[in-house]
Nanobody, 123 residues
Framework: QVQLVESGGGLVQPGESLRLSCKASGSIFRINAMGWYRQAPEKERELVAAVTSIGSTNYADSVKGRFTITRDNAKNTVYLQMNSLKPEDTAVYYC?????????????????WGQGTQVTVSS
């Protein structure tokens, strides 16, 4: 089994910062891409930022210059540093990881999700 456990959400005022963490654990052969998605009320889930196993990153236009995604491969952990937060960043943030595991049929990659952490930006 594989688990993704997130932490770091909360309530902040506009302009403040938060740092989200997500640690993967379990029967893992290799973690490929890791990323953060978010879903606001009555909106679809959207990609916020992603990082490959070698550190290449991409960001949603709405967060470029404000958010930074990093990962610590030794700890199977991905981080999202969020600066200059805006009310429109309010959402549930989900960690995602593409993880390769050995199965009876061979090595397979699957998507795994964290439970979600609430980020609220409000004055």
């Amino acid at each position: 089994q594989v688990q993704l456990v997130e932490s770091g959400g909360g309530l902040v005022q506009p302009g403040e910062s938060l740092r989200l963490s997500c640690k993967a654990s379990g029967s893992i052969f290799r973690i490929n891409a890791m990323g953060w998605y978010r879903q606001a009320p009555e909106k679809e889930r959207e990609l916020v930022a992603a990082v490959t196993s070698i550190g290449s990153t991409n960001y949603a236009d709405s967060v470029k210059g404000r958010f930074t995604i990093t990962r610590d491969n030794a700890k199977n952990t991905v981080y999202l540093q969020m600066n200059s937060l805006k009310p429109e960043d309010t959402a549930v943030y989900y960690c995602n990881a593409k993880i390769a595991r050995w199965r009876t049929s061979g090595l397979e990659e699957s998507d795994y999700w964290g439970q979600g952490t609430q980020v609220t930006v409000s004055s």
